[in-house]
């Protein structure tokens, strides 16, 4: 495809996205007017799609200046690249690249200097306290969008090794509940689906850990009519899922009896040789967590005696030694972003509009903050709810003044 | 009935509840052999029901001297209060007496010269601070059971009425997730079944309030084949009810449409003269919510010409002008607890757990403690959930020593 | 009470029932204009509840003469019965009556020399034949209510021994799908509920049988979070449940995993000797079939080492050798009748309004009709369905011209 | 691609279809030893899919001689084709051919001078009793895949113009159960997602036609987290859908609400100007029927003052005179198989293997079958069942001699 041509193919896809995200699209009209981030430079590390280029659009409304890298290097939308690029925003970004040009890709984006970073599983932000520590100075403060870079910086901040206030943008309502819940749930079966064209219904699908996320494709994958095992390592979880009617068991017995094996709970080696050596044959391997450590696929490879690649698109067969044969999707990487096109643009809408209002917020009060892991506002959270309802036609309900008293008195008694 | 097949009654029906209990058994157990509570007098202001009995005695085998009131008087059931009052606890309480009685039993119960309190919507505790200052200063601290006496606690904090700590059980995950979504769930919808036998299946069921109980209402309403409709106040939560799948709307729209009215927020005048004048004839008004001020019953009588009352079981009838019927269950009082048997003793074994094992934190910490709302420990909540699953027979991963590693390692990247 | 009391009670209940059953009301103001039983005398063996006196009073107001006996001895309402004899129909019903006394009643109601029988499990029929042959010369036919009594009748057919045409009113998509799914579905799980106040979610539910009435209860059992497990003879049925998410097992897996069994097969011994070995402490047993024969009674009483009646309404303890304890609900008998009100009266409104009809249908058409079993005419389901969406005020589609003549023409291409 | 490799391609697609289908390939199996269908002649028009050529494999294993041609211009997989054509067996199919090269290709495929017709709408046995009557001589019978065809070949009958007796595959309990409900509506939400990576949850979903089908897509829009509204014309259909608990209307009040709506009705015009008038800025419009005759889709395009095609993979975008967009999927064509891959392999498992010993049985007993539509025996259909569960892993119960006696014993009283 010629340059131009992907231009307007991402465009397109831009274009169509948009259409899905109205609170985002209502908020960059806010920033064209206000200018609320005029003279502010932004990294972004981010996953290149259509809904993150609203994001960036609505961002450079604002007045920012934005260079920005990709967070996976599988999800990357060449064609929303070139489109970026053409707009006048820094990409550094291309589908498929190693390791090395990943972390070249970063390095390049914080050459902008930045003084606000975006970031999605804390790369960005790790490279930044390890390898460009030149640059903390002018760094404000920034933004982490999933949990698994939450994680990470509660980590660094328990060390002290934080250097500036970063948002848990992950850990809004909003993007908890939506985001995590609707988008991964829906797009993670997406996936599986278009990988495998498997019939879902009456098939054992394991779910390994049942936060947000785990929830979320749990109730996708029963409503898709599959029965349902539940892995957990947290005990309230783990109650949680089985008063909710799902059967809960460890991964070891959970082996057994899988059809469709999906990891989600932002650790590694959920799914490793011992449960790969008791599942059955033609069982399905699928990671919906961040990183592509949660499927040992190292162990998968070592005991196998042969593999077929691409029997259908990202999905790869590996025959074992006694000859029951695995099937391992988007070779254990996000299934979702990878086999599907990643959360569809109505939830990205609430998460990224959230993260548009929290850059605004970083940029008025970071002179205030001290180094740590700060939660969005709480009037941002209800905001931007409120923005999607209407956009939705949804009408609700206001207190009256009683029940504001109500609420407030304490002396009111039974 | 004579006294002693009244307590016959009641200790049959305690070892029935204590049969789903096996967490607060085991911990009653231990009770029993460590005496955490030996010399301390306690107060409680709860529902006087078979596994409230179960509770009493867990901390009766801890040690401690009881005297409890009943926090609702539709709910008391006479039998269990007379099989408690002849294992020698002080019981202040007895099925349908009036609001002087009611207050007057909470009065007796603080008699004792509470070290500890337990309160369930605040009651107990408010007097104390407002009629009984003189009793304050043996109080060690409390713990609270019910949402709506959360809020009334904290707004006490906020103004600075609050004089010892209270621990908020409410808020544990334990009960907000199990003891208010499931219990509150399933018994609401069989008090309205015993009610009235109405088929559910088609019906449309509106619910008031999205908050842990709503939420658990509305699942159940639509696991028994109702069109569920939501109404919310918060945008958060209605954004939440309306990607669940439930049709949101404000009252005023829901009250044309609906079949049956739950309402379970916590406030007061949810349903009010407005949205009776509008509703269709037939249609079934209940509260789930702790008091029974949501449902504005006065505004009811006022607009009906006529009332029958008990056409059913906890069902009265009121005739409006117009000549539609509309049908109040249990007087507006909480459904549950008055046309059903309350919460199943398997959810109450959670939360009382918890509560069992605040009080001894309580008793050992309060020192520590100076006034406000405190939440119950993690590990208490973590510790009710692991014996809670060993009690099912449920097994559960655990980390392995990398996954650990992995946890708390931010440097490991993608 | 006093008998006017009774028939006030039973006055009550009826004009309860009667309003959520406006399409039979609707029939029944048809037929007392049109008069079209006027000389009919009717032997009807059905349960003696509020809705059956519904339909008594439709076919009475169409002119017929009735005797009435009671199809269940345990679900009879004795002030339903007293208000019935009231109104100058023959009741020959009282609750709780034993074999003996079940068996006069019914020949006492077939000593009116019925032109049309009604019979609800095929008792009534089969006295008819064996041992009233007198009485087959009137006899010009019948409706039969249940599955298990289609069976009957089927092989009475098949063997030439059935000697006038029956109507089986069971088998209208009317009655199947909603009387079997959606009232035996709800009116089961409400009956355990009533029974045991046990909490069902989370709790494993072992469903035997995935007929109409099997399928409403597991879906019922589902919604109200459980986990589902389905045992069936049938290959087809056991397929579907499998494919819609349930668990399918051979009872004698089940029976080592299930917390609460409910028999709903139409045939005995379902749950026997072989099965009880090898359940958990605590199971619960209950039967939704017409017969009491699903759970082997006797098996359990001769495993037992003793039995504890009654420790809760409806709900008989058996202690075994080993010292575990089952709970057997209402004797073995159809728990929805027993320890709830039975189908609620919207879904017998369906196939009372079904069976009315059938009855004029029968009248008209009996001398045309020779021995068998009959299906009711297609168009009077869809106008008991059209009646129903009408009272419910739901709207449907009708078919355009064109649509007509498109479902016509075969000639018409891709 | 080049030969070869198209060939290599379809066969990799085949064996992986293979792998879902253990049925079809035991059956086949079977065929290889037994020969059934040697000397036979099978033209089929049929979708040439891989799941197709695995039923073909079986046929052919048998001893036929087959000619295929596409029953869909849109869902031939061309290199599943040229596999079929390595294999000997006669293919006249190519993807996306016009009107005139798909009739061609039937009257192809009928040049085999076929002695059994496998048909798929109904197409192949119109044009042979219209356009090549002189064929019909040969013709001992054959088998039809869909619920369109079925009406059309009843319509047939009913007006004597059927020739040769014609088995309705469709209307087996394991065609109607398994591959409408589950496959269609897997497939159909696939399709959709695929096309346009829309959100389901929260989204107002119309299905119009409450068949297998239509329930089956309702059901899984559900499963998404959709609201979903059904419109019906038949009344019985349309209780059930409410009584399920969904939204029931006609569709001019649908048209006004819905955000996607998916037509499965096997008629035309279901969405029609007047519809489209009123729908929403957005509104999404597929069909999941057999032809594209459910959405007017002249209407729409007259109604439109422009069009872009192809804004996502088929997706097409009409602007309306007001400037309100309506996308179209699949140009109206079945969504599942142009924006899907049509019905997981695991249904098509059964289907296909019921059509498999259909056209055995045809074989053997034709010479006794007058023409007319027929059902499938139905111990084929409890033997597909039944080799289905087995390959699954499932256990069901079988009968006792006690309970087989009980079953045949109407004698025996309650």
Aim: with cysteine; glycine share 8%.
């Amino acid at each position: 495809m010629v340059v131009s041509d992907m231009v307007e193919a991402g465009e397109r896809r831009i274009e169509w996205a948009a259409r899905s995200m109205p609170v985002l699209e209502a908020i960059g009209a806010g920033f064209a007017q206000d200018r609320p981030l005029d003279g502010l430079r932004i990294a972004a590390c981010l996953h290149v799609t259509a809904e993150t280029a609203v994001l960036m659009g609505a961002l450079r409304a604002g007045g920012a200046e934005i260079a920005l890298a990709a967070s996976n290097p599988l999800s990357t939308q060449d064609d929303v690249a070139a489109a970026l690029a053409s707009y006048g925003i820094e990409v550094h970004a291309r589908a498929g690249v190693d390791k090395d040009a990943y972390y070249r890709h970063i390095h390049q984006a914080l050459d902008i200097g930045p003084h606000i970073v975006l970031d999605d599983g804390c790369d960005l932000v790790n490279i930044l306290h390890t390898e460009r520590v030149e640059l903390l100075g002018d760094v404000a403060g920034g933004c982490e969008e999933t949990t698994t870079g939450i994680i990470r910086l509660r980590q660094m901040a328990s060390e002290d090794a934080l250097r500036f206030p970063m948002v848990a943008v992950n850990d809004t309502r909003t993007k908890r509940m939506f985001d995590n819940r609707y988008g991964t749930g829906q797009s993670t079966l997406d996936g599986i689906m278009r990988a495998t064209n498997v019939l879902l219904a009456g098939r054992t699908v394991v779910v390994a850990g049942f936060g947000f996320c785990g929830r979320g494709v749990a109730e996708r994958a029963k409503g898709l009519g599959a029965r349902v095992i539940v892995t957990e390592i947290d005990p309230v979880k783990a109650l949680d899922a089985s008063l909710q009617g799902y059967d809960v068991r460890p991964m070891a017995a959970a082996a057994e009896v899988g059809d469709v094996f999906i990891t989600v709970t932002g650790n590694r080696d959920v799914v490793r040789a011992e449960h790969l050596a008791v599942m059955k044959d033609g069982a399905i391997l699928a990671n919906a967590g961040h990183f592509d450590v949660e499927i040992d696929v190292r162990a998968l490879e070592e005991m196998a005696r042969e593999a077929h690649f691409g029997i259908r698109p990202n999905t790869d067969e590996y025959v074992l030694q006694d000859g029951r044969r695995l099937l391992l999707l988007a070779e254990g990487r996000l299934v979702n972003l990878t086999a599907a096109e990643g959360h569809p643009a109505a939830v990205m809408d609430m998460s990224f509009s959230a993260q548009a209002l929290a850059v605004t917020w970083l940029a008025a009060e970071s002179a205030n903050l001290t180094p740590g892991v700060y939660d969005v506002p709480a009037d941002i959270d209800a905001e931007v709810a409120r923005l999607k309802l209407a956009a939705t036609g949804i009408d609700i309900d206001a207190l009256t003044d009683e029940q504001e008293d109500y609420l407030h008195s304490w002396r009111l008694g039974s």
